[in-house]
């Protein structure tokens, strides 16, 4: 018996790629096919475009997939959401879809927007929006580059950004949030209800949830002697609790602890002078909670 799983293709492909290596799954890609390698041998991967994977694993053509919560509501899918996996193309967070306008344009908000063109990918979802709000739009279908519509091709977009940059560049400017998503782990009902396949992807979601708890984090070992002990874990962050174990000489302890990365370049100095000796600091793959 094999596993069906959906990867996203695009966008999303290469920090996919990157977090299910850091979970411990090496995928190889071949650029001619869209069925890649995983070194696993109860797992079969298909590279599907996010837009259509929830459709796909409704349908039973998958078992299990990867797609952000903006294209489960587009494509209307009933899926079993199993687990959010909050990481996007740049950055471990939750990318949104705005409603954007040119940066001279009079729009303030949404109701500025009657009887007038919004291009978007996420049509269903634009259309459900401006419903919500009483407002009654054009709401067209773009084909990509999206951003350049305005004012020629459209009078507003509704488009998805993490950062905002590339609608600064393009000159436009964000009026409101209509959505924000971020990648779910989905399942076909049928199949969550296989008892193998749905511990084979509880096991999966486990692994992937700990690489991207361990996200922006590393580990820090220590020597102390008891005495400087209290001083030590004074400097560590709070509420974490790091361990304690004995060492051969009855004075001295070991301290193990995991800490936000960018942090330590300040820790390990005041760490030093509380007195604490043989600091090494060590890269995470998983943190399983």
Do not use: H
């Not at 079993?80 to 967070?93: R, S």
């Not at 609790?241 to 302890?253: A, K």
């Amino acid at each position: 018996m094999k596993l069906k799983l959906g990867l996203p293709k695009g966008s999303l492909q290469d920090a996919t790629l990157e977090l299910f290596r850091r979970a411990g799954y090496e995928i190889t890609v071949n650029p001619r096919s869209y069925f890649p390698g995983i070194d696993d041998d109860e797992i079969e991967c298909m590279l599907i475009r996010a837009q259509e994977m929830a459709r796909y694993v409704e349908n039973g053509i998958l078992d299990a997939g990867l797609t952000g919560k903006d294209w489960i509501l587009e494509n209307e899918a009933r899926v079993v959401e199993v687990a959010d996996l909050v990481y996007a193309k740049q950055t471990f967070g939750k990318v949104r879809w705005v409603l954007a306008v040119p940066a001279k344009s009079s729009v303030q908000s949404v109701s500025d927007l009657e009887g007038k063109t919004i291009a978007t990918e996420l049509v269903k979802v634009t259309e459900r929006y401006l419903a919500q709000n009483g407002v009654k739009a054009k709401v067209e279908f773009s084909w990509g580059a999206t951003e350049v519509k305005p004012p020629v091709l459209a009078d507003a977009i509704v488009e998805v950004t993490e950062t905002g940059s590339s609608l600064r560049a393009n000159g436009l400017r964000i009026v409101e949030t209509v959505l924000e998503s971020n990648t779910k782990f989905i399942v076909n009902a049928s199949a969550w209800e296989d008892a193998w396949k749905r511990q084979k992807m509880e096991t999966v979601v486990m692994l992937l949830k700990g690489a991207i708890e361990a996200s922006g984090k590393v580990g820090l070992m220590l020597n102390v002697q008891r005495a400087d002990l209290e001083n030590v874990l004074a400097v560590l962050p709070a509420l974490k609790r790091p361990t304690i174990s004995n060492l051969s000489d009855p004075d001295w302890v070991a301290v193990n602890t995991v800490v936000e990365e960018k942090t330590v370049r300040e820790i390990i100095p005041r760490l030093k002078a509380a007195n604490a000796q043989g600091i090494v600091e060590y890269p995470l793959n998983k943190i399983v909670i």
